[in-house]
């Protein structure tokens, strides 16, 4: 199937730096991207959509000066979590969608991230 | 609006079926999925079914489609403890929209 990749898949940071984190569709090219950040044993949290070449649409209660996404290409798209605090550790996901394949939802590994 | 309901919980037996279901709200879903999600891991897509569909099988799992009712389940033959995860069903409602996720299924396995 179709392949999706994050990186990183673990990344711990001090309070106060900032993260990238890569989502890249490696097999199809991604119209629209999504992120999502689950919470241990909780379903998941839609953060934001985001196409190609254009500004992301952020879901209410989601800071968008600090949940920072560029959607550069279409097999590219990368959340930055900046000035991150330990409330910010989660679980998070991206997701690619594809006219290529029934307009199927595709998802990474996800990214562990821990705020020290 | 939009809303996926699924149980949290389901536990069976090895070399038992199991069967997960999940209801939805939106009847113009184009597209309804089943994802798994094992710990600390993403979600891995299983399969989905289109809306005009009734049935889909693939090995294993076969899926459900009661499109009156708005129920969709997922059937897994034989379950093997490696098949103890989450499942999350999800619809996909008209348009370029992200999909609306259940809470997921605990499926536990016991040998």
């Known amino acids: 199937g179709a392949v999706v990749s994050q990186h990183p898949s673990r990344v711990i940071c001090k309070s106060g730096t900032s993260v990238k984190i890569e989502c890249r569709s490696l097999?199809?090219?991604?119209?629209?991207m999504f992120w999502y950040r689950q919470f241990p044993k909780q379903s998941l949290m839609l953060m934001a959509t985001?196409?190609?070449?254009?500004?992301?649409?952020?879901e209410q209660g989601v800071e968008k000066d600090k949940f920072l996404i560029n959607h550069a290409s279409l097999t590219l798209s990368t959340l930055t979590v900046a000035s991150a605090h330990p409330e910010d550790s989660s679980f998070y996901i991206c997701?690619?969608?594809?006219?290529?394949?029934?307009?199927?939802?595709?998802f990474g590994e996800g990214s562990w991230l821990t705020v020290v | 609006g939009e809303d996926v309901e699924q149980s949290l919980f389901l536990s069976v037996r090895e070399g038992d079926s199991s069967v997960i279901n999940c209801t939805y709200t939106d009847s113009s879903s184009t597209y309804l999925y089943w994802y798994k999600q094992e710990p600390g891991a993403g979600l891995q897509l299983l399969t989905y079914i289109f809306s005009n569909m009734d049935m889909k099988q693939d090995q294993r799992l076969t899926v459900l489609l009661n499109k009156k009712d708005k129920h969709l389940s997922l059937r897994i033959a034989d379950t093997q403890t490696g098949d103890s995860a989450i499942y999350f069903c999800?619809?996909?409602?008209?348009?370029?929209?992200?999909?609306?996720f259940g809470k997921g299924t605990r499926l536990s396995v016991i040998a």
């Open positions: 997701s690619a969608r594809t006219a290529e394949i029934g307009n199927t939802i595709y």
């Open positions: 985001s196409n190609e070449g254009s500004k992301a649409t952020y």
């Open positions: 097999d199809f090219q991604a119209t629209t």
């Open positions: 999800a619809e996909s409602p008209l348009g370029n929209t992200p999909l609306v």
